[in-house]
C-alpha cells in the first residue's frame, strides 16, 4: 500500500461543555474523518460555516484550542504527527494561510514576519518578490499589522506561507476581503504552487473558487467529509456526483440556472439523515 503525503483516518474532535446542572458534556465537531493528500494535488475542502473546516486545518498544524479533545491518525510522509514532529514541521513543510489575520504578530513590522518565513533565498529578495506578486507596495513592508487595511493584511498572510517552501500548504479561506484581481492572482498561485509538487488543501465555502483551481473536492457537513468528488465529476446537471447534498450545491451555482435554496436544505436534512448525524 501506497503512503500519500498527508493522511488523516477516523479523526474525531470535541469540545467539553457544561450543561445547567455542571454535568460534563462532550460535543463532537469532527467526527470519523478520513482523507489523504498527494504532492502536487489541491483538495478543496468545501463546506459551510460552522462545519468544522478551521478544526481540521488546526488538528493538522497541532494547534487546536486547549478545550478540545482529540483522536484518530494523522500521519505526514508516512511518520506520525506527534506534537514534537508538528512543531519541528510547522512553518517549514506544513504552512498554512491562517482565516484570521489575528494570526499576525501585532508587535513586528509585517515585512520582517515574511522575512523570517522565508526558508529558501535570500529572505529580503524572497519578501520584496512576495509583496510584489500580492500587490503589496513597497511602503507595506514597513508597517505594522494594525497599520494595513483587512485585504493587506490577508496578503501577507498569503506571501508567508508562500516563502515558506512548504510541502504542504493549508489554505483557510485565505481570499475574503480581497480584490477580485487579487482572488485569481492568489488562487493562480496554489495552483502554480502545487504544479510544482506541493500539496494544497484549499479551505473554502466558494464551490466555484474551488472548482477554479481543486483536483478534488472534500465536501465537508457537520464536521465529516460527505463526498471527496473528482474536481471533472462537477459537470451537467450533477449525474456524476453521489450525494444529494453535493448534487444541490453544484446545481445551485448561478451558471447552472436552476438554483432552488429549498432544494439546498431538503438535501441537506437528507444527508444529515442518511448520516445519522441527527
Ligand atoms: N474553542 C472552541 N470551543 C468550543 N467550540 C468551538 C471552539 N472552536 C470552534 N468551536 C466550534 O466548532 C465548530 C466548527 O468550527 P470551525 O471554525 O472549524 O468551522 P468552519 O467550518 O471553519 O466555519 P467558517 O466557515 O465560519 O470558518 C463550530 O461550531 C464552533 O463553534
Ligand atoms: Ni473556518
Redesign the pocket.
Known amino acids: 500500500m501506497t503512503t500519500s503525503l498527508l493522511e488523516i483516518h477516523d479523526l474525531n474532535?470535541s469540545?467539553t461543555?457544561y450543561d445547567k446542572g455542571l454535568r460534563q458534556m462532550d460535543?463532537p465537531?469532527?467526527r470519523n474523518l478520513s482523507m489523504t493528500i498527494d504532492p502536487g494535488e489541491i483538495v478543496a475542502v468545501v463546506?459551510?460555516?460552522?462545519?468544522?473546516?478551521?478544526?481540521?486545518?488546526?488538528a493538522i498544524l497541532g494547534i487546536?484550542?486547549?478545550?478540545?479533545k482529540w483522536n484518530g491518525s494523522l500521519t505526514f510522509d508516512g511518520q506520525s504527527l506527534t506534537p514534537k514532529l508538528i512543531k519541528k514541521l510547522r512553518g517549514r513543510e506544513i504552512a498554512i494561510v491562517p482565516?484570521s489575520v489575528d494570526f499576525l504578530d501585532p508587535l513586528m513590522r509585517v515585512g520582517m514576519q515574511v522575512r523570517q518565513a522565508v526558508r529558501v533565498g535570500d529572505p529580503v529578495e524572497e519578501q520584496i518578490k512576495a509583496f510584489r506578486k500580492m500587490r503589496l507596495g513597497p511602503k507595506a513592508a514597513k508597517r505594522y499589522p494594525f497599520q494595513l487595511s483587512g485585504g493587506m493584511a490577508r496578503r501577507v498572510l498569503v506571501s508567508i506561507a508562500s516563502v515558506s517552501g512548504a510541502r504542504l500548504l493549508i489554505a483557510?479561506?485565505p481570499t475574503p476581503g480581497l480584490d477580485e484581481g487579487v482572488v485569481q492572482e492568489t488562487l493562480n498561485m496554489f495552483r502554480q504552487f502545487a504544479d510544482a509538487g506541493t500539496a494544497v488543501v484549499f479551505?473554502t465555502?466558494d464551490l466555484e473558487a474551488a472548482l477554479s483551481i481543486a483536483d478534488r473536492v472534500a465536501v465537508?457537513y457537520s464536521?465529516t467529509v460527505l463526498e471527496m468528488a473528482e474536481a471533472a465529476d462537477f459537470t451537467g446537471k450533477g449525474e456524476r456526483l453521489r450525494h444529494p447534498y453535493t448534487q444541490a450545491l453544484w446545481r445551485a451555482l448561478p451558471q447552472n440556472d436552476f438554483a432552488v435554496p429549498e432544494e439546498i436544505d431538503y438535501a441537506m436534512a437528507a444527508a444529515a439523515r442518511e448520516e445519522q448525524l441527527i
Open positions: 474532535i469540545f461543555r460535543m465537531m469532527i463546506g459551510a460555516s460552522g462545519s468544522g473546516k478551521s478544526l481540521l486545518a488546526h487546536l484550542p486547549r478545550n478540545a482565516q483557510d479561506e479551505i465555502h465537508f464536521g
